[in-house]
């Protein structure tokens, strides 16, 4: 499943924990690569926890204007205001490195900034500038559930397989789509009222064979 379902599904997991070692308690501004204004962005805020499948907060040091910041050329959620900015990044579960790239650029106070390869803009002054920060990933273990089934349960028909196909494709292109005007909170509506029967991230192995984890929540 890919990472934006992934990072949903956590985002729902820490959605009610509070950030306050960040926040200090008061609003934060969202704004994402998109947006031309921010607009205060209510409690409660996401915690970092930075491990396949879990969300970075990164800090991105203070600057009079928002810094745009992207990961693999697709933008990333940015909360703050001018005294501090944070980039709000949700991880993949199957994530293959123990560390990720980001890449700041716009506006920023250069005293404030690191020093990077190719930044001509001297401290003090306030330029363009384009950086990279590197995000280290913790590794943590999910559940894992076995189970023995009849090898015809296994595999899907040629029909399951084509809708899977199918579905997945819309589905990604959903995820793809970056919303206006943005939410106010990250806490996520439950869908319907029921017993959550899986949970993110469980990992099935079925007579043995291993299956992605699961990158939602049941």
Not at 84 to 101: E, F, K, M, R, S
Request: hydrophobic share 40%; net charge positive.
């Amino acid at each position: 499943m890919d990472g934006r379902r992934a990072c949903l599904g956590r985002l729902l997991a820490l959605a009610g924990v509070g950030a306050r070692g960040l926040t200090g308690g008061g609003a934060w501004q969202v704004v994402s690569a998109q947006a031309a204004s921010p607009k205060v962005w209510l409690p409660p805020y996401p915690a970092s926890h930075p491990v396949p499948g879990g969300v970075a907060v990164v800090p991105l040091g203070a600057a009079r204007q928002v810094p745009r910041v992207h990961w693999k050329e697709v933008p990333v959620l940015v909360i703050g205001s001018a005294a501090g900015w944070y980039a709000v990044l949700g991880i993949p579960l199957l994530i293959p490195h123990d560390h990720l790239t980001l890449i700041v650029s716009g506006a920023q106070d250069v005293s404030d900034a690191q020093d990077s390869p190719g930044n001509a803009a001297r401290p003090g002054q306030t330029g363009q500038l384009s950086r990279e920060i590197r995000v280290s990933i913790q590794p943590h273990q999910y559940a894992e559930q076995h189970l023995d089934v009849p090898p015809g349960k296994v595999t899907l028909s040629r029909e399951a397989l084509a809708r899977h196909l199918r579905e997945r494709q819309r589905s990604a292109k959903v995820m793809a789509t970056f919303s206006r005007p943005l939410p106010v909170t990250m806490r996520l509506a439950q869908p319907v009222p029921g017993v959550r029967s899986s949970s993110f991230g469980l990992r099935r192995f079925f007579n043995g064979e291993a299956r992605n984890p699961h990158g939602g929540m049941d």
